[in-house]
């Protein structure tokens, strides 16, 4: 590790240098946040600083409210499960303290009992958003952020998805899918970055949370056509895997995918899977069936992301047009300890072989989880367990390394 993220590391696990700095000499909105996990800490001060937010961290809820004394924050995360034994100790504590912030919940624990402790902090008066449930990705720190109007990054005022195509900014990450069976990389998604030559790198939703419709359906054949020409090179290379990407339900009636595909290199292109969100494939299911039929000839499938919570809809169909179920990252988290979690999981991994499909652990982040979905039969995986997502070439070269390794002396 360089000095500088060793010096930055460093910096996230400390509170602020003094109190009349955080008032007086700071102007940006100012962040708590509780997490006993040093990684997430160090996580949120990088991001919340990139979206030019002061973001003092805590091990504990005591050191906390002891700070909170002096300085006022408008925002505060916390980890319920890891800042007290009793996490509705932990909500009474917060209200006695007469916070007047928002208080972004964040936790592994099942949607159920957190619901409960909602309700009690409610009663308790305290300003409780939407729970965060972890594993999260930074992209849901900067919604809460833009939500409640404190986010100040420039990408987002300054860059807009127009100016990073007009430009040639746009750049496709890729994030491997594992086996869980045979142990070895099978897949990948494919997700969408903008090199921003002042900015540098920046997050989709640094671009694309203001898109309009029209403007992530012009985006779809773009990154289509990458795809399908990253997809290329790496089979050149002899390696076979599937490759998947996020598109709007939108793109399938507004634009000719079949035409598409016929352009990048006619009915012998490689074969691609489009994931599509749970809702927006419930509201829309007869669209996705004719496309799925469209496209089957051209190797390309269908994967629902995010399932979960329509599992009592699709249950009642006789066959569905998906070759993939990716499991919410909700129920995935902290699955190996809570036996809601891993209960549900189970669930959906019997209801995708039950039509013959594949269950996909989406945002696997440790050992336990891995392990977990292994033992309850998932197909496939991804997460930072495994990696991130990373450039095409650093993923490539990884590619091609993995297959060296496996081939016979």
């Keep these: 590790m360089n000095d500088a993220v060793q010096q930055l590391a460093r910096q996230a696990d400390q509170p602020a240098a003094s109190v009349d700095e955080a008032v007086e000499a700071n102007p ?41 004394e002096k300085v006022r924050p408008d925002l505060l995360y916390i980890d319920i499960t890891t800042s007290m034994s009793n996490a509705v100790a932990l909500i009474g504590v917060l209200a006695k303290a007469q916070l007047r912030c928002p208080i972004q919940i964040m936790t592994g624990l099942n949607p159920v009992l957190i619901e409960q402790i909602k309700r009690i902090g409610d009663r308790s008066g305290l300003r409780l958003l939407p729970v965060l449930h972890k594993p999260f990705r ?37 994030q491997p899918k594992i086996d869980l069976k045979a142990h070895m990389m099978v897949g990948a998604e494919a997700f969408v970055r903008a090199r921003h030559p002042e900015l540098g790198v920046l997050a989709p939703d640094a671009f694309l949370s203001d898109a309009t419709e029209e403007e992530l359906i012009e985006l779809t054949p773009r990154v289509i056509g ?6 290329r090179n790496i089979a050149a290379a002899g390696v076979s895997i599937n490759f998947s990407i996020n598109i709007p339900v939108q793109a399938l009636s507004k634009l000719s995918l079949f035409g598409i595909m016929w352009e990048e290199g006619g009915s012998n292109g490689p074969g691609l899977i489009l994931e599509i969100s749970e809702d927006e494939i419930i509201a829309n299911l007869d669209t996705v069936r004719k496309a799925a039929r469209e496209l089957r000839s ?57 039509f013959n499909v594949s269950a996909v652990a ?48």
């Design 28 to 68: 940006m909105p100012i962040c708590f946040v509780v997490d006993s996990d040093a990684n997430i800490r160090r996580m949120m001060f990088t991001e919340l600083r990139g979206l030019q937010v002061q973001s003092d961290l805590f091990e504990t809820a005591p050191e906390m409210l002891k700070y909170a």
């Design 138 to 174: 930074q992209s849901g720190i900067r919604k809460i952020m833009q939500t409640l109007n404190l986010r100040r990054d420039r990408a987002s005022s300054q860059v807009t998805l127009e100016e990073i195509i007009r430009n040639r900014w746009l750049e496709l990450w890729y």
């Design 226 to 231: 990458r795809v399908i020409g990253d997809a």
């Design 298 to 354: 051209y190797g390309i499938a269908f994967a629902v992301d995010g399932f979960g919570v329509s599992y009592a809809e699709l249950a009642r169909e006789k066959e569905l047009p998906f070759t993939e179920l990716k499991i919410d990252r909700s129920y995935i988290s902290n699955c190996d300890k809570d036996p809601l979690n891993a209960g549900l999981c189970e669930t959906i991994v019997e209801f995708a072989h039950r």
């Design 362 to 409: 989406e945002g696997i982040e440790t050992k336990g989880e891995f392990e977990t979905l292994r033992d309850l039969g998932c197909d496939m995986a991804q997460g930072y367990f495994f990696a991130r997502p990373m450039p095409k070439d650093k993923f490539a070269k990884m590619v091609l390394e993995h297959t060296k390794q496996k081939k016979p002396a």
